[in-house]
């Protein structure tokens, strides 16, 4: 049950990098650091936002 979890929240983390690297490259300008001020608060947010989405605001309806 707790392997479960984990791996839901480690796919939530790669997803959210992934959203935040293909939003980044697409709406901001294409100098590097410019995006690194745009990716980098994003990279700490998401496991913040991956932990709230599967452990505090995901449902174990046990299956």
């Known amino acids: 049950m ?3 979890r984990l791996l839901r929240f480690l796919t ?3 997803l959210l990098d992934i959203l935040t690297l293909a939003l980044a490259a ?3 300008p ?5 995006q ?3 990716v ?5 947010v998401a496991p913040v936002l991956a932990y709230w989405l ?4 995901g449902r174990d309806d046990g299956a």
């Open 30 to 34: 294409p100098d590097p650091f410019t």
């Open 54 to 57: 599967v452990y505090v605001h």
């Open 12 to 14: 939530f983390v790669a």
């Open 26 to 28: 697409q709406f901001g």
């Open 40 to 44: 980098g608060p994003m990279l700490v």
């Open 36 to 38: 690194l001020l745009a």
């Open 2 to 4: 707790e392997r479960t």
